[in-house]
């Protein structure tokens, strides 16, 4: 069945970048799935981050993290993306790359049915 897998998490300092990468299990293509991803840290509520429809056209984030976080994906690649610029400390999280539903247009539509172990980030001097 379709696993999603998160990569690119690690230790960046106070203003610093990372790009998140997802992809699927072997044998999966993300081409038909609308993709999004989220954060959760232990004991807080998700919080959704981006959304991008499965042809790329139609992508949008939420309000907290616009202008800083930018969703793209590859099909030819089978990858999604999440580039994060301006980093601070209260993004430290996990961070999920998920299948999902709803409209991009809308956040408090987002819903997720699917989404991978997940990628650590820590901003910290």
């Known amino acids: 069945q379709l696993q999603l897998v998160e990569s690119g998490g690690g230790l960046v300092q106070p203003g610093g970048s990372l790009r998140l990468s997802c992809t699927a299990s072997?044998?999966?293509?993300?081409?038909?799935?609308?993709i999004g991803w989220f954060r959760q840290s232990p004991g807080k509520e998700r919080e959704g981050l981006s959304c991008?429809?499965?042809?790329?056209?139609?992508?949008n984030s939420a309000d907290s993290v616009k202008g800083r976080f930018t969703i793209s994906r590859d099909n030819d690649k089978n990858m999604v993306y999440l580039q994060m610029d301006s980093l601070q400390p209260e993004d430290t999280s996990i961070y999920y790359c998920?299948?999902?539903?709803?409209?991009?247009?809308?956040?408090?539509?987002?819903?997720?049915?699917?989404w991978g172990q997940g990628t650590e980030v820590i901003v910290s001097s």
């Open positions: 998920a299948r999902m539903s709803g409209y991009c247009s809308s956040p408090v539509s987002w819903r997720y049915d699917k």
């Open positions: 072997v044998g999966y293509s993300l081409h038909s799935y609308k």
């Open positions: 991008i429809s499965s042809d790329g056209h139609t992508r």
